[in-house]
């Protein structure tokens, strides 16, 4: 028997018209391979599902109860679904975990995740996230952003946190102490189209959190059109991204240069705030038809123009950089300009793609 006083873990799932993939989901739940001083409970929020996710549920407590696993169950029971953040909350509100395991119901958790999430979780500050790598099925899409999240450099997992692709770890792999939930007070409840991971994640570094990524893949993502990602709207991200980018980067910059003269460079110089636009030198470019023409703004609203820019060679404008290229796009020709600069990421520039 083990010495270690017993450890209780809380999976938090949030639902909403889940039928198609509860068993799934929480098969893999049982399979866990857990330490003998680990025990879990999972905690669910049906919101407001109307597709027989119910009865799933009811079949489901017994089942855990047979392997003395609680199946607590919110139910949001006004007719009308109210968002993820909501779930999260509500689920989170009925558990008592000292450890809080996110999982949604259309993925799959792998049976090592609990074991290797916990292990490295309690080794480190308690103020940490720890995430983990991913396997997305079906195994061709979001290539892109997969091998963004899975291989980006452990250093990096604090700093490249303004690009489109979201937090550097994905929420469905999150696994954390209580007090990191309790310290940042839960998740928006804004509703559909609000990124509530991403608010959480940009709370969670304000306030010194700190993350960390288990070099494993110890969980199945499941690409599909109806996943509540695609509910968010880009502009709204966009938005977000660009008020935290100000606040903390371009405050504490005297100026800076944007890299890209095309749509995403034009787009962020006139999202910017005119306080931060006075301190735009120059918009930067690789290719010649841009390189050494003037940018100006034209406001179809007030129907006047703005400031003009100069556009340089990217090898002729100064740091630091507001990086506008999406990176793993040019076959490596945007990242060999970039090493060649010899430039620090979170100092000399950073990437806002």
């Known amino acids: ?17 889940g039928s198609s993939w509860i068993d799934q989901c929480f098969n893999s739940i049982l399979q866990q391979e857990l330490r003998e001083d680990v025990f879990l409970e999972v905690c669910v929020c049906n919101d407001a599902s109307d597709d027989g996710t119910v009865l799933f549920l009811h079949k489901w407590v017994h089942i855990f109860n047979q392997k003395k696993i609680k199946l ?12 993820v953040g909501y779930s999260k909350n509500r689920a989170v509100g009925i558990s008592n975990g000292a450890y809080l395991c996110f999982q949604d119901i259309d993925d799959v958790m792998l049976p090592n995740r609990i074991r290797e999430q916990y ?9 940490t996230i720890v995430g983990s790598q991913f396997k997305r099925v079906p195994e061709n899409s979001t290539n892109r952003y997969t091998q963004w999240a899975n291989s980006l450099p452990d250093e990096k997992l604090h700093i490249q946190i303004y690009t489109s692709h979201g ?19 839960g998740f928006s409840e804004q509703g559909k189209g609000t990124p509530e991971d991403l608010i959480f994640f940009y709370k969670h570094l304000d306030l010194g959190g700190k993350v960390y990524r288990v070099n494993q893949c110890l969980l199945i993502y499941t690409y599909h059109p109806s996943a509540t990602t695609f509910s968010v709207m880009e502009a709204t991200i966009w938005k977000i991204r ?17 890299w890209n003269a095309g749509k995403q460079g034009r787009k962020l110089y006139n999202s910017l705030s005119v306080e931060s636009q006075k301190k735009v030198t ?21 129907r006047k123009s703005g400031r003009s820019v ?32 010899h430039l620090i990421e979170n100092i000399d520039y950073v990437l806002f793609s």
């Open 1 to 17: 028997m083990s010495s270690e006083p017993q450890v209780l873990i809380s999976v938090i799932v949030p639902i909403f018209n």
């Open 167 to 185: 937090p550097t770890v994905i929420m469905p792999t999150w696994f954390c102490h209580r007090s990191v939930f309790e310290r940042i007070g």
């Open 282 to 302: 120059a918009l930067c470019d690789v290719d010649k038809k841009k390189v050494g023409k003037i940018y100006t703004p034209f406001n179809s609203d007030t």
């Open 242 to 258: 660009l008020e935290r980018l100000e606040h903390v980067v371009l405050h504490n910059w005297p100026k800076f240069t944007i």
């Open 119 to 127: 292990e490295k979780a309690r080794s480190l500050p308690r103020d």
């Open 310 to 341: 100069d556009i340089l060679h990217f090898k002729d404008a100064e740091p630091p950089f507001v990086i506008c290229v999406k990176i793993n796009l040019t076959n490596g020709e945007f990242e060999n300009n970039l090493s060649s600069l």
């Open 72 to 83: 607590k169950v919110f139910n949001n029971e006004s007719g009308t679904p109210k968002g």
